[in-house]
């Protein structure tokens, strides 16, 4: 069964500043997608980046960006040059290949200092 | 943004009454699901939908069930709703496996 884990439940950083989100996954598929989804108090879910597990480059988005270890099954999210607009709750989620189910961790909540 | 509409956005019920949900989306996608979100475990799915009359059970189908009769109508329904049924539930589409779900408002369940 596929499982996603946010060890992090909540996560400050001093506005401008950069701060990383962790992940890991276990899988048992060789080909799959990970996600990152924001979502802000308005409850609205937001994808902010993608990544295919037979990529071996790092997907980026802009300020965003991911270290993704498929040997450690881990994929964590950069978020550099903080914004006051980037407090939200972030969920990291699995798909396997093939599969349309989307499998989510808990939920981290990052909150931005001014 | 998807279009997708999720109804009611708000709804308030009593323990044992029947409560349904809708969706409701415009993009044509193939696949639907219905997830809830409670505090400490993110989204979980609760059934999802493969095309018209094809639902199967998510990892917290127990109390829930689901049909779709047309590409562009999922309903979620709690037959006799309990107050551990109290949650925010989501509404999502997407057009093939891998592709990115994307997600109603969301509707906040409250059963009293």
């Known amino acids: 069964a596929q499982t996603v884990t946010q060890s992090q439940p909540e996560m400050s950083v001093q506005e401008a500043e950069t701060v990383t989100l962790s992940c890991t996954y276990d899988t048992s598929e060789s080909d799959y997608y990970l996600f990152w989804y924001k979502q802000p108090p308005s409850r609205q879910m937001i994808l902010v980046i993608r990544?295919?597990?037979?990529?071996?480059q790092n997907a980026t988005e802009n300020r965003f960006s991911v270290n993704f270890q498929k040997a450690a099954k881990s994929f964590s999210l950069k978020i550099s040059d903080s914004q006051l607009g980037d407090a939200a709750m972030y969920f990291c989620?699995?798909?396997?290949?093939?599969?349309?189910?989307?499998?989510f961790g808990q939920g981290t909540r990052l909150t931005i200092n001014p | 943004d998807a279009g997708i509409t999720q109804s009611p956005r708000h709804k308030v019920t009593e323990t044992g009454t029947p409560v349904t949900l809708r969706c409701h989306q415009t993009?044509?996608?193939?696949?639907m699901y219905w997830y809830r979100q409670d505090p400490g475990h993110g989204l979980r799915l609760i059934h999802y939908s493969y095309g018209v009359k094809d639902t199967d059970k998510g990892e917290v189908s127990d109390g829930y069930s689901v049909s779709r009769s047309k590409t562009e109508d999922f309903l979620l329904t709690l037959e006799s709703a309990t107050s551990s049924q109290t949650s925010v539930y989501f509404c999502?589409?997407?057009?093939?496996?891998?592709?990115?779900?994307?997600f109603g408002n969301g509707t906040r369940l409250t059963v009293t």
């Open positions: 999502a589409i997407s057009d093939r496996g891998g592709s990115p779900l994307h």
């Open positions: 993009e044509n996608h193939r696949y």
């Open positions: 990544q295919e597990a037979y990529k071996q």
């Open positions: 989620a699995q798909s396997a290949q093939g599969a349309q189910k989307l499998v």
